[in-house]
């Protein structure tokens, strides 16, 4: 295995994590856990998979995802905005809702339990950097955290969104309107889940049923690991990507017991995250709810 292969591969696993945590981030950020992280994911890989297969086009897919993730992320909205919901028990909710309703929708359109037949894509034939090259969410996924870390602490609109997570009363009383920024900041963050679930829909041509298979936590887990920071987040998204690159390329070795390799990246997860939570100071109203 050359050094090139092992980097093509990280990111190749790289672009979904990049894509949810900076849904995470941004969500967190306004003061809303993004416990969701995985159901908008589930969400929008069923939505890609789904539309592209039955209009032949795989941005119509894209363009559902969105739709899809956004709607999953204000529904979590409401329930923890408008009614005050807890945010880890309704987000909770919002991850077997996914779960339930794209089981539901895989039967009723395919006729299947586990699987969608083929869909368009994205991609070059073959592997390496090249392939990836020709794969418009990848550019998106390297992008979308740096572009992020720009508009939290460039723009008046991040501004707003870095005042509602740390101080909700302190942000209305200069005029900020704190229900609108975390329901924009929420359904921005569910459309960027979205898409990471749509790039793993569209890479594999397929929905599988849970296909996500934890990523969205592992995306939530490096918005942590990360301090809710962008580049902070995109560190840790390739750092995980790594590790998982490294489990799959042991596995064809048996030189160690399938079950431990498989268990390094949720390992690897856990150690950064105990050496992080504690040390590390979150925005300070996340999970509160607003008092506007």
């Known amino acids: 295995m050359s050094v090139l292969d092992f980097l093509s591969q990280t990111l190749r696993i790289a672009v979904p994590f990049l894509l949810a945590a900076a849904g995470g981030v941004l969500s967190e950020r306004a003061g809303l856990i993004a416990l969701g992280l995985e159901g908008y994911m589930l969400g929008g890989a069923f939505c890609a998979a789904a539309v592209s297969f039955a209009s032949g086009s795989p941005w119509l897919g894209v363009s559902a995802a ?174 995980f990507a790594a590790a998982e690159t490294l489990q799959i390329r042991l596995q064809g070795t048996h030189a160690i017991p399938s079950q431990f390799v498989e268990m390094i990246p949720y390992v690897l997860t856990i150690v950064a995250l105990a050496g992080v939570v504690g040390r590390s100071v979150p925005p300070a109203a996340l999970g509160k709810p607003s008092t506007e």
């Open 66 to 239: 969105l739709v899809g993730g956004a709607v999953l992320a204000l529904v979590y909205a409401v329930g923890t905005i408008r009614f005050r919901g807890d945010q880890v028990v309704i987000g909770i909710a919002i991850n077997l809702l996914a779960v339930g309703l794209t089981r539901f929708f895989l039967r009723l359109f395919f006729g299947s339990s586990s699987n969608s037949p083929r869909v368009p894509g994205f991609g070059g034939t073959g592997t390496g950097f090249l392939a990836l090259a020709y794969n418009p969410l990848v550019w998106i996924g390297v992008i979308v955290l740096p572009t992020l870390g720009w508009i939290l602490y460039r723009t008046p609109f991040g501004l707003r969104v870095r005042a509602v997570g740390e101080h909700p009363a302190a942000a209305a009383s200069v005029g900020v309107p704190v229900t609108r920024v975390r329901y924009i900041a929420v359904a921005f963050s569910g459309m960027l889940a979205a898409l990471g679930g749509a790039y793993l829909a569209l890479d594999q041509h397929q929905f599988t049923d849970g296909m996500t298979a934890g990523r969205g936590f592992i995306a939530l887990a490096a918005t942590i690991f990360g301090r809710w920071n962008p580049k902070g987040a995109g560190l840790a998204c390739l750092l």
